[in-house]
């Protein structure tokens, strides 16, 4: 039997995703709150964690990753996530549409489909499933669009149709938001709007509907995880409320490491 810690085993690191996500600022509290100093928590993209995830995975290797849900990896691998009994990463939360000033009169019935664009967890999995498996994301969009007509119907009852007018969507490439944003830019696209999605970073994305250079996102995750964007920009946002319930961040690991808190990694 080996005597590392857990630490020596992953050379103190935490592979972590893009430096604008909120998941990052997260992460960087927990290791102050359980003084984690010798850790780092590196840099990349949801991309590159999970192309490590996997790698590790198949190897039985030790990972600590930074994770949240909804999304895939969960559905795919055994993992857990590790307790975190001093609360650094808040409680579960919702994820909200956003549009800039003025869009309700610019464009009644996209602002009404958006307004009306709630879904759950689950469904957001499948679309995230399908295009984890390969699908491109606009084919898994339409995919579901078409197998969930009724919820289609909810979102754009009432919404006057689009005379070919662009919508600009903002999003990060974050799984679960590609999933989201592809979605209702094609149940937008069939509603009769242009749609032109734009992957940015999450400080553009907020800053894009606030100086109105783009419409509308899919992707703001509150009250927690994006609450410094939203709180600086607040003033120039429409907040249209959740579209989906039930989130959640924290670190993860492969089930088949013994660890099971984030107290854990002082050892
Ligand atoms: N996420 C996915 C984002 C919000 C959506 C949890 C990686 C973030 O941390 O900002």
Do not use: C
Not at 29 to 37: H, P, R
Request: avoid cysteine.
């Amino acid at each position: 039997a080996s005597s590392d810690n857990v630490g020596d085993t992953v050379n103190y690191e935490i592979t972590g995703i893009d430096p604008g996500a909120g998941l990052m600022k997260a992460t960087e509290k927990a290791m102050k709150d359980y003084k984690l100093s010798d850790w780092t928590l590196k840099e990349g993209s949801s991309t590159a964690m999970t192309a490590e995830l996997q790698k590790a995975y198949e190897d039985k290797e030790p990972i600590i990753i930074t994770g949240w849900t909804p999304h895939w990896m969960y559905q795919k691998y055994d993992l857990k996530y590790l307790e975190d009994p001093k609360g650094s990463y808040g409680k579960g939360e919702n994820i909200h549409t956003v549009v800039k000033r003025g869009f309700e009169e610019e464009a009644p019935g996209a602002y009404k489909v958006l307004d009306q664009f709630h879904w759950k967890p689950s469904d957001m999995e499948e679309v995230m499933v399908d295009i984890q498996e390969g699908m491109d994301p606009k084919e898994a969009a339409k995919k579901w669009a078409k197998s969930h007509s009724k919820a289609v119907q909810q979102w754009t009852k009432g919404a006057e149709k689009g005379n070919g007018q662009e919508i600009v969507l903002v999003y990060v490439a974050w799984e679960s938001e590609i999933a989201s944003t592809n979605v209702i830019s094609e149940v937008l696209k069939q509603h009769g709007y242009a749609v032109n999605m734009k992957q940015v970073e999450a400080g553009p994305m907020f800053a894009g509907i606030a100086d109105g250079s783009a419409d509308a996102m899919v992707a703001a995750w509150l009250p927690t995880t994006h609450a410094d964007y939203f709180e600086r920009y607040k003033n120039e946002l429409v907040d249209l409320g959740a579209n989906l319930e039930g989130t959640k961040l924290g670190l993860s690991v492969p089930e088949y490491m013994q660890i099971d808190s984030i107290e854990d990694l002082k050892k």
